[in-house]
C-alpha cells in the first residue's frame, strides 16, 4: 500500500488517514474523487473531541437504584462512570430477565443503516446478529429515506429496485436523453454521502456533461437550489406536498391530447383505465385539468401544459427525489410518476422512462457491474416481530393497540427494553418531545453509540463503541463501483470498544459466544465476507483480487458493465418471459390488491389526496409557513455535528434557516438574526439566511443539529435552543399502505427572538 497515508473509508467518501505519533491529525481525500466532500476535515477533531463516550456510564438512578429507577430522569439526570464488567453484567442479566419474564418480543433492538460505512463493523448488523442468536427482538422494517416507496413500488412493478436501486444509469442518459425532469431536484449535497461509503462522488461531473451537451433540465421544486449542478436548469417553484396533483394534471394533458402510447399501455401494464377515470375526473367529478392543479400548485396551468406535452414529443426521462414520499401520502406522488412515464411509453429504453433517488444519495445511476458487496450475515429473528421503522414512539405510547400496515393488522408489542446501536432516533424520528415522552416507558434503555448523541443521553447504560478508523473494515456502497480496504489507523480512544467486541462478551455472557464468533478473528472475518462477494462477482463475469492484494492496494474497482444499464428494458423487449412480480405480471396503474385493503389515505391508484398540513390547508391560517427539513450540506443526517464543517455553518450556534425575502420582510428579519420557529408541537432557534433559493412561503430549515432543549427535565414545553426541526415534524405515517415518516408535511411560524441566547451544551460532555 502507498505510504501517503492509511487508506479507509466513509460515509462520505473514501481518503487516506495522515497519523503521527499515532494520532489521526488529517485526512487526504482518495485520489479517484473528483468531488470530494467538505465533511471529511471534521474527522479528526470528532475523532478526539469532547463529545467521545470515554468509558462505559450509567444514568445516576440506575447506578445507585438499579435497572428501572426513575425512567423520568432520562436526558436529564447525570451519568456514573463504571466499569465494563458491571456495565455487562447489569446488560446481559436486563436482557435474561426481560426475556425470561416477557418474552424476545419485548426487547426492542433499535439501529439505522448509516451507523457504519464498514459492511463487517456495521453496527446494526452486528447488534441483529447477536440479538437473532439470543432469540429474536422487535425490529424496525424499511427506512427513513424511502419507506413509503418500499411498500408501495413492490406493488406497482414487483420490487422497490426504481427506488433503491439500480436505476438506469448515467451513460445511458448521456447517450438519448433530450428532457430530464425533475420533481425535487438532484440536489449535490445528498450525492456527497453514500450508506456504504465511496470511491468517487460523481454527480456533478454526469450533470456538467448532461449540460454541456445540450440536455434540457426542469427543476420542479420549492427550492432553486436543488438542481444547483446545472445552472442552467429552467426553476418552476411549487407548493410542497403538491407533487401529485401537478403530475396528475400532466396525464390530463397527455390523454386528452391524445398523446398516451396506448401500444405501450395495452402490452406492459394494467389499470390504465381506472387511473384514466379519476384523472378525467369520472369517479369524483373532478377532472385533473391543469387549471385544477393550478390552484392547487401554484404552477402556472401553461407551464403545466407545456410540460406534458415536452415529456411525449422527445426522449424524456422522470426523476423523482426521495424526499418528496416523506410526506402526507407518500406513497401517491410515486405512483404517479410511474403513471405519468407509462402513458408517455419510454419506459424501458434508453434514455428514457423514470427513476427514484438519482441525486438522493452518492452512486445512484453510477454505471458498474451488478455486484454483491461484502456482508456479515445477520441470521434470522425467530421472534417475527417488528414494527414499521417510523412508528417507534406509537409503539411504546400504545402496546397492545392494532394498527394497519401493507394489508396487515398488526399489534405493537409492549416493549420493555431499548438496546440502541448505531443511528441517532432523536434526529431521524419526528414529533422529538413527544419521543422523549414515549421514550421513558420502557423499564430499560442501552445505548450503544461513539459520541453523547442525545439518544446517548437518554439512556440508562450507555456503552462506549470505536469509529470506523479504530478497526478494520471493508467499506462497500454497492451503487459507488469501489470497494474500499478500510484500514485501522488509531488505536481505540479511551476505553471503547468495537460494537463486535461488545458483542462478542456479551455472547460470551449467554453461551453462545462460539456461534457469534464462528471461530474467526476480525481478519478473518473481513477475508471470509470479501471472498463470498469474491465468489459471486465471478459468477457474474467480474474477477476481484484475492483478499491480501486487495488488501494491500486498497481498494478495488467494479467495472463498468459493456453496454449501459437500463431499468425495465429486460421487461420491455420479452414481458413474458421477463414478468415483474406483480399479480398481472406487469406494471400495475390500478392495483386490485392494494384497492382491497380499503385505505381512505392510500387507494388502488394515483390520485390526489389533500395533506394534513400544506400551504392549502386550513392550518395555514395559524402557521402559514411550510417547513422543509431536507438534508444539510455540512454533514450526514446528524454526524458529524459537532465538527468543524458543521459548527462554522451555525448562526450565533444555530442551524441556518433559509426564508424568502418577501417573508422575510413582513417580519422585519434579516441575514444573521435568530428567530424561534414553532408550531403546537414544539419551538426551536434557528438563525436566519435571507435568500430566494426558496419559494414564499417556504422555509428551507436542515435537519441535524443534535436536539439540545433548554429543560431536559420536561422537553415537551421547553424551547429547543440549537435548531433541531424534528420538534415541529408531525409523528403519523404517511398512510395505512407504507407507514412511512412525514416530516415534510408541517407548517409552522416564524418570529424574531430578541431574549437572551441560551448557550448550546449539546456539544460538551453530559454531567
Same mark, same amino acid.
Given at each position: 500500500?502507498? $505510504? ?31 468531488? &470530494? ?67 424476545? #418480543? ?32 422487535? /425490529? ?116 386528452? #391530447? ?14 390504465? #383505465? ?12 373532478? &377532472? ?34 426521495? /424526499?418528496?414520499?416523506?410526506? $402526507? ?112 416507558? &420502557?423499564? %430499560? ?27 478494520? $473494515? ?135 389526496? #389533500? ?22 450540506? %455540512? ?98 405515517? %404517511? ?33
Amino acid at each position: 500500500m502507498p $505510504d501517503d497515508g492509511i487508506m479507509h473509508g466513509s460515509h462520505w467518501g473514501a481518503f487516506r488517514a495522515n497519523v503521527k505519533d499515532g494520532r489521526v491529525v488529517g485526512v487526504t481525500p482518495f485520489d479517484d474523487d473528483k468531488d &470530494p466532500s467538505q465533511i471529511l476535515d471534521a474527522i479528526p477533531e470528532m475523532l478526539y473531541g469532547p463529545t467521545r463516550i470515554a468509558e462505559p456510564h450509567m444514568r445516576k438512578s440506575v447506578a445507585e437504584h438499579g435497572p428501572g429507577a426513575n425512567p423520568e430522569g432520562r436526558g436529564a439526570e447525570p451519568f456514573v462512570p463504571v466499569s465494563w464488567d458491571q456495565a455487562l453484567d447489569v446488560v446481559a442479566a436486563e436482557l435474561r430477565r426481560v426475556k425470561a419474564d416477557h418474552g424476545n #418480543e419485548a426487547i426492542f433492538g433499535g439501529s439505522y443503516g448509516w451507523s457504519s460505512a464498514g459492511r463487517f463493523h456495521h453496527a446494526k448488523t452486528q447488534m441483529q446478529r447477536f440479538m437473532n442468536l439470543f432469540g429474536g427482538f422487535t /425490529g424496525q422494517l424499511h427506512n427513513y429515506s424511502y419507506a413509503a416507496a418500499l411498500a408501495v413500488l413492490p406493488h406497482i412493478l414487483g420490487s422497490a429496485e426504481a427506488s433503491q436501486g439500480p436505476v438506469s444509469d448515467w451513460d445511458g442518459l448521456l447517450r438519448e436523453s433530450k428532457f430530464i425532469l425533475c420533481f425535487g431536484g438532484m440536489p449535490l449535497k445528498n450525492a456527497q454521502v453514500d450508506a456504504g461509503g465511496g470511491g468517487s462522488h460523481t454527480m456533478a461531473d454526469f450533470l456538467k456533461r448532461a449540460e454541456d451537451q445540450g440536455i434540457r433540465f426542469v427543476n420542479v421544486s420549492p427550492v432553486r437550489e436543488d438542481l444547483e449542478g446545472v445552472p442552467s436548469a429552467e426553476w418552476i417553484p411549487i407548493r410542497p406536498g403538491t407533487d401529485t396533483a401537478m403530475i396528475l394534471a400532466m396525464a390530463h394533458v397527455i390523454a386528452s #391530447e391524445g398523446k398516451a402510447d396506448r401500444s405501450f399501455l395495452d402490452a406492459y401494464c394494467v389499470g390504465y #383505465e381506472r387511473f384514466l377515470a379519476h384523472v378525467m375526473g369520472e369517479d369524483d367529478g373532478q &377532472p385533473k385539468t391543469p387549471d385544477w392543479a393550478a390552484e392547487i400548485t401554484g404552477v402556472p396551468a401553461d407551464t403545466i401544459r407545456a410540460l406534458a406535452l415536452a415529456l411525449v414529443e422527445t426522449r424524456s426521462y422522470i426523476n423523482m427525489a426521495w /424526499g418528496i414520499q416523506r410526506a $402526507d401520502h407518500g406513497e401517491l406522488p410515486f405512483w404517479a410518476v410511474v403513471s405519468l412515464a407509462a402513458m408517455v411509453g419510454q419506459i424501458g429504453l434508453m434514455g428514457g422512462g423514470f427513476g427514484f433517488g438519482m441525486g438522493s444519495v452518492n452512486g445512484m445511476g453510477n454505471p458498474r457491474e451488478r455486484t454483491p458487496s461484502p456482508t456479515l450475515p445477520a441470521g434470522v429473528n425467530r421472534s417475527d416481530s417488528w414494527i414499521p421503522v417510523a412508528r417507534i414512539a406509537d409503539m411504546l405510547l400504545h402496546p397492545g393497540e392494532p394498527y394497519d400496515f401493507n394489508g396487515e393488522e398488526r399489534v405493537y408489542p409492549d416493549t420493555r427494553l431499548i438496546y440502541w446501536c448505531g443511528g441517532n432516533p432523536f434526529h431521524h424520528h419526528q414529533d422529538l418531545n413527544r419521543l422523549v415522552e414515549a421514550w421513558r416507558r &420502557p423499564e %430499560t434503555v442501552i445505548v450503544q453509540d461513539i459520541w453523547w448523541t442525545a439518544t446517548a443521553r437518554h439512556a440508562d447504560i450507555a456503552l462506549p463503541a470505536t469509529t470506523t478508523l479504530e478497526r478494520n $473494515d471493508v467499506g462497500s456502497g454497492g451503487r459507488d463501483p469501489y470497494i474500499i480496504a478500510m484500514h485501522k489507523a488509531a488505536e481505540p480512544v479511551a476505553d471503547s470498544r468495537s460494537d463486535h467486541d461488545i458483542f462478542t462478551s456479551l455472547s460470551d455472557r449467554m453461551g453462545f459466544k462460539e456461534a457469534f464468533t464462528e471461530g474467526r478473528t476480525e481478519r478473518e472475518w473481513l477475508e471470509h465476507i470479501y471472498n463470498v462477494s469474491r465468489q459471486l462477482a465471478s459468477r457474474r463475469g467480474v474477477e476481484m483480487p484475492g483478499f491480501d492484494q486487495f488488501w494491500e492496494n486498497g481498494h478495488f474497482k467494479v467495472p463498468k458493465p459493456a453496454e449501459p444499464f437500463v431499468m425495465l428494458s429486460d421487461f420491455r423487449a420479452d414481458p413474458d418471459e421477463r414478468a415483474l412480480n406483480t399479480p398481472s405480471g406487469k406494471i400495475e396503474l390500478f392495483s386490485e390488491r392494494v384497492a382491497g385493503f380499503g385505505y381512505d389515505d392510500c387507494p388502488g391508484y394515483a390520485a390526489w389526496r #389533500e395533506p394534513k398540513e400544506y400551504l392549502g390547508s386550513a392550518a395555514a391560517a395559524k402557521y402559514p409557513l411550510h417547513m422543509l427539513s431536507n438534508q444539510p450540506k %455540512t454533514r450526514l443526517h446528524s454526524q458529524m455535528d459537532a465538527g468543524g464543517a458543521s459548527r462554522r455553518s451555525k448562526i450565533k450556534g444555530r442551524e441556518p434557516m433559509w426564508i424568502n425575502t418577501d417573508d422575510a420582510a413582513a417580519r422585519d428579519l434579516k441575514d444573521g438574526d435568530v428567530v424561534r420557529v414553532f408550531n403546537d408541537r414544539g419551538q426551536t432557534l434557528a438563525g436566519v439566511i435571507v435568500s430566494d433559493i426558496v419559494m414564499p412561503g417556504v422555509i428551507q430549515f436542515p435537519t441535524g443539529a443534535w436536539f439540545d432543549p433548554l429543560d431536559r427535565k420536561s422537553p415537551g414545553a421547553a424551547l429547543e435552543k440549537h435548531g433541531n426541526p424534528n420538534v415541529l415534524t408531525r409523528d403519523e405515517g %404517511t398512510s395505512k399502505l407504507g407507514q412511512g415518516p412525514s416530516a415534510h408535511s408541517a407548517l409552522v411560524q416564524v418570529e424574531r427572538y430578541d431574549g437572551d441566547l441560551p448557550e448550546v451544551t449539546v456539544h460538551q460532555k453530559p454531567v
